[in-house]
T-cell receptor, first 113, second 114 residues
Framework: GENVEQHPSTLSVQEGDSAVIKCTYSDSASNYFPWYKQELGKRPQLIIDIRSNVGEKKDQRIAVTLNKTAKHFSLHITETQPEDSAVYFCAASIQWGFQKLVFGTGTRLLVSP | DTEVTQTPKHLVMGMTNKKSLKCEQHMGHRAMYWYKQKAKKPPELMFVYSYEKLSINESVPSRFSPECPNSSLLNLHLHALQPEDSALYLC?????????????FGPGTRLTVL
């Protein structure tokens, strides 16, 4: 089955800096890679996703890159703000119709003012 | 309505109790999911329903029994749970037919088993 590794487990940055979180996956058949943000006591919320036919996707301060050959994908957050502080999970899935998401272990991002 | 709702928000039960968790969505999604999330861990998939049929059971113990009465509702029946089953139980839904929709998560039910 699919296995997703995520690094780093914690990341502390100053406000305005960039943050990068990296994930690797094991199943070459995976074709859908979402990123979720989970604030303390809240539900996971999708912040960006990418499919295997795309190498990069950007949404304002957030971007995701995918390298299918190396089986890794990364989340890039620019101009970080204190409200970006949360736990971020990457995930991988084969998407037949429904999704069988396998999550990475999570990265706790702390943005200091 | 673009939200998944779950009840109750909190549940405390003894090991001999029977209780149920409920999940509801009105987005017309045909795939619904149950996840278990322990503190400081990622969500772990338990069950997937697609068009009201159980499609995936991730080898979950039989003390957890899912039910999908209709396309908007998903239940998780609990019986004879163990203290290690204490966790946040998350429900999610997504479009199934197109396969292109994101998974929307509910707020979760925080379960404590005494």
């Amino acid at each position: 089955g699919e296995n997703v590794e995520q690094h780093p487990s914690t990341l502390s940055v100053q406000e305005g800096d960039s943050a990068v979180i990296k994930c690797t996956y094991s199943d070459s058949a995976s074709n859908y890679f979402p990123w979720y943000k989970q604030e303390l006591g809240k539900r996971p919320q999708l912040i960006i996703d990418i499919r295997s036919n795309v190498g990069e996707k950007k949404d304002q301060r957030i971007a995701v890159t995918l390298n299918k050959t190396a089986k890794h994908f990364s989340l890039h957050i620019t101009e970080t703000q204190p409200e970006d502080s949360a736990v971020y999970f990457c995930a991988a899935s084969i998407q037949w119709g429904f999704q069988k998401l396998v999550f990475g272990t999570g990265t706790r991002l702390l943005v200091s003012p | 309505d673009t939200e998944v709702t779950q009840t109750p928000k909190h549940l405390v039960m003894g090991m001999t109790n029977k209780k149920s968790l409920k999940c509801e969505q009105h987005m017309g999604h045909r795939a619904m999911y149950w996840y278990k999330q322990k503190a400081k861990k990622p969500p772990e998939l338990m069950f997937v329903y697609s068009y009201e049929k159980l499609s995936i059971n991730e080898s979950v113990p039989s003390r957890f029994s899912p039910e999908c009465p209709n396309s908007s509702l998903l239940n998780l029946h609990l019986h004879a749970l163990q203290p290690e089953d204490s966790a946040l139980y998350l429900c999610a839904s997504s479009q199934d037919s197109s396969g292109n929709g994101e998974q929307f998560f509910g707020p979760g039910t925080r379960l404590t088993v005494l």
